[in-house]
C-alpha cells in the first residue's frame, strides 16, 4: 500500500471526510436488488409519468417552522418516462443487471449507455433515500 494511502486511512480514523471510499466490484453491484422505500407514495399519471410524494421529517425543527410559516408535510418528485419505467422495476425482485436488460430492450438503447444511466439514477435515488438495495442470499451447497 503506498504511504499517501496509509496517511489517509491512518488519519480517515479521526477525519472521515479524508476516508478512501471502499472499492465496489462491478459484478457485486449487478447483483444487487433495489427496492424502493416503503415511505414513498407513488402513482402514474396519464402520461406515464410517476409523481413521488416523500413525507418530511418530524422534528422539533419542524415544528417551530410550521409555526412560524406554512411549511408543506411532504415534498414532491416528478418522474419523466424512463425514470418511472426503472422506479417501478426498483421492488426488489430485480437486479441491477435485469433492470439494465429490461431497459436496453424496452428503449432500444446501447446497452453500455444503459448501464451508466441506469446506474448513475439509482445511485442518485438510493442517496435521497428514496431506494435501499439488499443482496439476494445465496444457497450454501
Not at 24 to 34: A, C, N, T
Request: one cysteine or more.
Amino acid at each position: 500500500m503506498p504511504w499517501i494511502a496509509k496517511l489517509r486511512t491512518m488519519a480517515g480514523r479521526a477525519l472521515p471526510f479524508l476516508k478512501l471510499a471502499p472499492h465496489v466490484d462491478r459484478q457485486v453491484v449487478f447483483r444487487l436488488r433495489p427496492v424502493r422505500n416503503a415511505l414513498v407514495e407513488w402513482d402514474v399519471n396519464a402520461d406515464g409519468e410517476a409523481l413521488l410524494r416523500i413525507p418530511l421529517r418530524e422534528n422539533r425543527v419542524s415544528r417551530v417552522l410550521r409555526i412560524i410559516a406554512p411549511v408543506p408535510s411532504s415534498r414532491s418528485i416528478q418522474l419523466d418516462e424512463v425514470g418511472t419505467f426503472v422506479w417501478g422495476l426498483c421492488d426488489g425482485s430485480n437486479t441491477v443487471e435485469g433492470i439494465v436488460q429490461k431497459t436496453c430492450l424496452q428503449y432500444k438503447m446501447n446497452r453500455r449507455e444503459v448501464e451508466l444511466s441506469v446506474t448513475a439514477y439509482l445511485q442518485m435515488l438510493a442517496e435521497r433515500n428514496l431506494i435501499g438495495f439488499y443482496e439476494k442470499a445465496r444457497a450454501s451447497k
